[in-house]
């Protein structure tokens, strides 16, 4: 069974770059058929795509949030990573981690089929 | 790229069905074949109930259907359960993911 774990901070100041890490258990991490992923949700508002990674370290960034969105893998460790700069109050979510399973790697494919439980991020001073 | 557009609200009575629809463009749901749909309750992960517009992942139970016409998806959930309470979303592709802004159904 394929389980992933957001870790990190819970409260980061504005202005500041808020990190998380998923660490995934189960499964092929490295295999070329899964984009990792991550989400957020805003309390009380719909979901948002930041970005994945492929096990190559390629990108995909939310075109909204590219500027400030860096996506990391180690595939040694089975963890991906998350990196948001200059955070502001807006960027108060719930974030989470995800499992994009595709078709041969093709990312127009896919849907989100294993995710993380959540992590709560508050920007606040 | 715009969210895709969900009612924000739907109810129905148990045993009832009810129809949730996800209206995007060409270049999202119009274009493709994969759309997917996420059951989320309270303080929980979304779990995806249906992808490819119309495929149940296993242990999803059949009273779940995807269809797809046009620019427009829809969910439908047969012999509505009190468990069916929750927040649904959709999500296709459209050079990046999308998502609709979910809708809430009540189980009356």
């Known amino acids: 069974q394929v389980q992933l774990q957001e870790s990190g901070p819970g409260l980061v100041k504005p202005s500041q770059t808020l990190s998380l890490t998923c660490t995934v258990s189960g499964g092929s991490f490295s295999s070329g058929d899964y984009y990792w992923s991550w989400i957020r949700q805003p309390p009380g508002k719909g979901l948002e795509w930041i970005g994945y990674?492929?096990?190559?370290?390629?990108?995909y960034y939310n075109p909204s949030l590219k500027s400030r969105v860096t996506i990391s893998i180690d595939t040694s460790k089975n963890q991906f990573s998350l990196r948001l700069s200059s955070v502001t109050a807006a960027d108060t979510a719930v974030y989470y981690c995800?499992?994009?399973?595709?078709?041969?790697?093709?990312?127009?494919?896919?849907?989100?089929?294993?995710w993380g439980q959540g992590t709560l991020v508050t920007v606040s001073s | 790229q715009s969210a895709l557009t969900q009612p924000p609200s739907a109810s129905g009575s148990p045993g009832q069905s009810v129809t949730f629809s996800c209206t995007g463009t060409s270049s999202d749901i119009g274009g493709n074949n994969y759309v997917s749909w996420y059951q989320q309750h309270p303080g929980k992960a979304p779990k995806l109930m249906i992808y490819?517009?119309?495929k149940r992942p296993s242990g999803v139970p059949d009273r779940f259907s995807g269809s797809k016409s046009g620019n427009t998806a829809s969910l439908t959930v047969s012999g509505l359960q009190a468990e069916d309470e929750a927040d649904y979303y959709c999500s296709s592709y459209a050079g990046a993911r999308v998502f609709g802004g979910g809708t809430k159904l009540t189980v009356l």
């Open positions: 995800a499992r994009l399973l595709t078709i041969f790697g093709v990312v127009s494919m896919g849907e989100f089929d294993y």
């Open positions: 990674i492929y096990h190559s370290g390629r990108t």
């Open positions: 490819e517009v119309s």
